[in-house]
Structures are given as C-alpha cells and as structure tokens.
C-alpha cells in the first residue's frame, strides 16, 4: 500500500469515529480569556492554574533575562548550554521541594524517559497505574523493563504485583494528580507497599505543584511524605508556574546519576536561560501568594457545588481538573461547540486519551478566572443539556 493511501485512510477513520483531533490558533496570551479565530472565550482549558503565565513579573524577568543571555541556551547542559539562571533555578527548586539536588529538562515527557530508562533496562520491572500520564507509559515501555500496570489508585493490587515480582529493580510510578479524572493518587499507601517490597516509588506531580499542600508543595506535601517514602519527584513547570520545562528532585546520587544516564537530558538543548529566570519568578510568586490557591480552592468548590445543583455528572476531583463525563465522543464534541457558541472554550477529550465510552469535557480552573465565570460557565452549561 503506498504511504498516502495508508494515510487517506487512517485519517478518514479517526474522523468517522469523531476522534479527529484539530489545533486551535491563539491568536492572545494564555489567560481567562483568549482570542480564537477573532472571537474573546472564556479559558476553561488551560493549565495555568495559578495566573501566573502572564503575570508582569514573569513577563519582566523573562524579557530582562532574553535581553542579558540571549533567545537560546546554545547547545546542551553537558557542552556549553548549562548556564547561571539554569543553575539557580535548579537551587530554588531543591529548596521548593525539601529535596538536596533538582536537575532542569526541556520537557515533562524528556523528563519521565530520562528517569525511567536512567534507572531501569531488561531484568527490571516498572509497576505503573493504569491512568498514568502517556509519558509515564511510554517511559516505561521504551526503559525495556518489565511493564507492569495495576488498577488505578489501587494500593492493594500494586502489592500483590509487587510481591510476585523477585528478580530486579522495582520502580513504582504514578502521577500525583491525575490529569484527565483530576483526583489524587493514594499516595501513603502506595509508599507502604513499596516500602514492604524494597520498591522504589516515583510520583510525576505536574498537575500537583503549586496547587495543592502547604505553600503549594504538591501532592507529596499535602500527604506529608518526604524523600524517604518517594525518592523520585518530577514537576513541570509549565502549569502552575507559567511557563515551560520540568524537573526531577531527589538525592546528590540521584541527580548525578540522570546527568550521566539520562540520555533525553545528555542528548538535546537546554532550554532558554530566559524561560529559567521567568521561572525563578513566578516560583517566588507561587510560594509567597497564598491568596492564589486560596481563591482557586474556592472557585472550584463554587462550580461543584452549582454543578450538583443542575445535576451535572462531575466525577470525585477536588482539584482544578474537573472532568464532566458525557460517555461518547460525539456527545462531547457537540458539548463543547455548543459552549463555543456561548463564548467559552472547553475541550472535548476524546479516546485514546481517556477510555471509551467516557468522553468528557476536561474543565480547568485558574486563579485568574472570577465567580462571575464560574457563574456564566454554569448556566451554559445547563443551557447545553449536559445534565440529561
């Protein structure tokens, strides 16, 4: 078959199937409200949940650091590209996360594989819930370990896995906050079972930090574990802070051994010294501004609450992630035009992305949003038939 008959073909279908995916120019800055093929929506799927990807420090830190270090980094962090604003905000997230050493990647996903295939090859095992982010998934496909899944947020299944798994290393993986259900992962009991098996716990908190425990540590604050329980802790900085990259945190050991063997942090450029002193920025920002997950907290409790009232199927998440599950695609895309029609920008997702037969409308909350928008957002809601 030649290659644009295959492809004629495999589009067509995810077409037929409603799964056609379509990318949307922005035509303005993230924020509340964005400009779409010249029409104002209201944002309510972002993942800026703090506000803080145009907030005029950031954008000032950012601008004087371009203006002093350049548009680039030059090449990677092992050559020439690891410069001063790298360094410093790699010390500000050790400090952030209690942790000795934090090591900057270009990306959440580089991130994940650069740990992952660091630590684990053939011989080992890597146990990951089944909802993990598709980053954690393919990281531990491309690792060559063993791939092991368990039921989501389900300690008990993780420890029998683990208990039949002898040979090797044992390396447990989750998200902190899941991205699409947006609840939390159990994550005392799921360091219980590592801890009974000599397993490693891993916990990807992209979604976690900056939004939940004191000071906006996370997941792991808000559980109150520390390095014993989880030695690996990886962030982005990307939603909560605003800006772009990610982060592992962990031992002097640790961050030594992904700068020697993580190849997805050896083998690419160093992101913008600009990107690394607007985040040193809207990180000083998310730590001392409380009133910021205050008000998120808030905002959030102010939409369930109207949701439960109009009948709304939200499923359990007390995070800014709040799924509307609607069951087929079609529904779900038919949801979130009607929504565009009113003037709000919520997006339908779609299988592979969440099982089938649960297609939902992914609605995020940011502290820049008001009540008046969680207000409007409601009643059209209630105006498209969702609750039906």
Same mark, same amino acid.
């Given at each position: 078959?030649? !290659?644009?008959?295959? !492809?004629?073909?495999?589009?067509?279908?995810?077409?037929?199937?409603?799964? /056609?995916?379509?990318?949307?120019?922005?035509?303005?800055?993230?924020?509340?409200?964005?400009?779409?093929?010249?029409?104002?929506?209201?944002?309510?799927?972002?993942n800026d949940y703090l506000g803080l990807a145009g907030h005029p420090e950031v954008r000032a830190a950012f601008a004087r650091a371009a203006e002093r270090w350049g548009a680039g980094?030059? =090449?990677?962090?092992?050559?020439?590209?690891?410069?001063?604003?790298?360094?410093?905000?790699?010390?500000?997230?050790?400090?952030?996360?209690?942790?000795?050493?934090?090591?900057?990647?270009?990306?959440? /996903?580089?991130?994940?594989?650069?740990?992952?295939? %660091?630590?684990?090859?053939?011989?080992?095992?890597?146990?990951?819930?089944?909802?993990?982010?598709? *980053? !954690?998934?393919?990281?531990?496909?491309?690792?060559? =370990?063993?791939?092991?899944? /368990?039921?989501?947020?389900?300690?008990?299944?993780?420890?029998?896995?683990? %208990?039949?798994?002898?040979?090797? =290393?044992?390396?447990?993986?989750?998200? $902190?906050?899941? *991205?699409?259900? $947006?609840?939390? %992962?159990?994550?005392?009991?799921?360091?219980?079972?590592?801890?009974?098996?000599?397993?490693w716990l891993m916990v990807d908190d992209a979604h976690g930090f900056g939004v939940l425990g004191p000071g906006g540590g996370g997941s792991l604050a808000a559980a109150g574990l520390?390095?014993?329980?989880? &030695?690996?802790?990886?962030?982005?900085?990307?939603?909560?802070?605003?800006?772009?990259?990610?982060?592992?945190? $962990?031992?002097e050991d640790l961050i030594e051994m992904l700068i020697q063997a993580a190849r997805s942090y050896v083998y690419t450029t160093a992101l913008p010294a600009a990107v690394a002193e607007?985040?040193?920025?809207?990180?000083?920002?998310?730590?001392?501004?409380?009133?910021?997950?205050?008000?998120?907290?808030?905002?959030? =409790?102010?939409?369930?609450?109207?949701?439960?009232?109009?009948?709304?199927?939200?499923? %359990?998440?007390?995070?800014?992630?709040?799924?509307?599950?609607?069951?087929?695609?079609?529904?779900?895309?038919?949801?979130?035009?009607?929504?565009?029609?009113?003037?709000?920008?919520?997006?339908?997702?779609?299988? &592979?992305?969440? &099982?089938? $037969?649960?297609?939902?409308?992914?609605?995020?909350?940011?502290?820049?949003?008001?009540?008046?928008?969680?207000?409007?957002?409601?009643?059209?809601?209630?105006?498209?038939?969702?609750?039906?």
């Open positions: 078959m030649r !290659l644009d008959d295959f !492809l004629a073909r495999e589009l067509a279908a995810r077409r037929e199937a409603g799964l /056609y995916r379509r990318r949307q120019v922005l035509e303005s800055p993230a924020g509340a409200t964005v400009t779409v093929a010249g029409r104002r929506l209201r944002n309510f799927s972002g980094s030059g =090449a990677a962090h092992l050559v020439t590209g690891h410069q001063r604003p790298h360094h410093a905000l790699e010390e500000a997230l050790a400090d952030f996360t209690g942790r000795p050493r934090a090591l900057l990647f270009s990306t959440g /996903y580089m991130a994940n594989l650069g740990v992952v295939s %660091a630590l684990l090859g053939r011989g080992d095992t890597v146990f990951e819930d089944r909802l993990n982010h598709a *980053s !954690l998934i393919d990281a531990g496909i491309l690792s060559r =370990a063993r791939l092991r899944r /368990y039921a989501h947020a389900e300690p008990t299944d993780l420890d029998s896995r683990l %208990a039949g798994e002898g040979h090797g =290393a044992k390396l447990v993986v989750t998200d $902190g906050v899941f *991205s699409m259900d $947006g609840d939390v %992962a159990p994550l005392s009991e799921l360091a219980s079972a590592c801890a009974r098996h000599a397993a520390g390095m014993d329980e989880v &030695p690996i802790l990886v962030g982005t900085l990307g939603k909560a802070f605003g800006t772009f990259g990610a982060f592992v945190a $962990g031992s607007a985040t040193r920025a809207s990180l000083a920002l998310a730590r001392r501004e409380e009133w910021r997950r205050e008000k998120l907290a808030a905002l959030v =409790a102010r939409f369930r609450a109207g949701a439960a009232e109009l009948g709304l199927p939200l499923m %359990a998440s007390q995070t800014p992630i709040q799924p509307l599950v609607l069951g087929e695609a079609g529904r779900a895309m038919e949801v979130s035009a009607h929504l565009r029609d009113a003037g709000f920008l919520v997006s339908a997702i779609r299988p &592979p992305t969440v &099982p089938r $037969g649960t297609a939902r409308l992914r609605i995020t909350f940011s502290a820049a949003h008001e009540e008046a928008d969680v207000d409007a957002l409601l009643a059209a809601l209630e105006e498209t038939g969702a609750a039906a």
